[in-house]
């Protein structure tokens, strides 16, 4: 069975703070990770996925096979980035459906 | 281009009353889902379409819940009869294809009272 877990339900930090969100998976497979995001009155959208390794609004996620995670960080949170993450699996063959860790609100002070 | 649609936003109905949601994916895109989450929870996946085929609905209660997708474009939930623990946000999200960006609307929320 695949599972996601992400250990914190709130994460605070101030302005300029570094920021880690952290997120464990199990997977019999190669897995395919993701962050969502969902900012007060807005959908849900997705902010990365492993594969394509890029840098989004100064967030970076690497994936570690040996540890099972998928650590999101940033080196200095923004007030804007208050909001609440959830980290996401999927197999990368066959019906490709989601499941989502419970989430975690970051919130930023300023 | 236009996200994807759901109605209605919000729903209050009694216990075992019936109850249906609407959704209408992005123009063109080939898999429709359907997600249940909970206050306090991730979403969690209830039914995958490929265009007009089911993927995928086994965490779909089926004694009480049923979805459709006719002609592979918008998709209608229903629960009959509602329970309590039925209280969520139902959200319905589309991609191009399976494995692709899934785009979310913008969830109905239910309470069964």
């Known amino acids: 069975a695949q599972r996601v877990t992400q250990p914190e339900k709130l994460l605070s930090v101030f302005k300029g703070a570094p920021v880690e969100l952290k997120c464990n998976y199990s997977?019999?497979?190669?897995?395919?990770l993701f962050w969502y995001v969902q900012y007060s009155r807005q959908r849900l959208q997705l902010l990365l996925r492993?594969?394509s390794r890029e840098s989004i609004k100064g967030f970076t996620a690497d994936l570690n096979k040996g540890e099972t995670s998928f650590h999101l960080k940033k080196p200095f949170a923004q007030e804007e980035d208050s909001a609440m993450y959830y980290c996401?699996?999927?197999?990368?063959?066959?019906?490709?459906?989601?499941?989502f860790g419970s989430g975690t609100r970051l919130q930023v002070q300023p | 281009e236009a996200g994807v649609a759901q109605s209605p936003r919000y729903k209050i109905i009694e216990k075992r009353q019936s109850v249906a949601f609407w959704c209408n994916p992005i123009?063109?895109?080939?898999?429709l889902y359907w997600y249940q989450q909970i206050l306090g929870q991730g979403p969690k996946l209830l039914i995958q379409?490929?265009?007009?085929?089911?993927?995928?609905d086994s965490q779909l209660p089926k004694d009480r819940f049923s979805a459709e997708r006719l002609k592979g474009v918008d998709s209608t939930l229903k629960i009959q009869p509602a329970k309590l623990e039925d209280s969520a946000v139902y959200l319905c999200?589309?991609?191009?294809?399976?494995?692709?960006?899934?785009?979310f609307g913008p969830g109905t929320r239910l309470l069964v009272l």
């Open positions: 492993h594969i």
């Open positions: 379409f490929q265009n007009n085929g089911v993927v995928d």
């Open positions: 996401a699996l999927s197999g990368n063959t066959g019906r490709r459906a989601l499941t």
């Open positions: 997977y019999s497979g190669s897995p395919e």
């Open positions: 999200a589309s991609s191009r294809d399976r494995g692709e960006t899934q785009y």
């Open positions: 123009s063109g895109h080939a898999t």
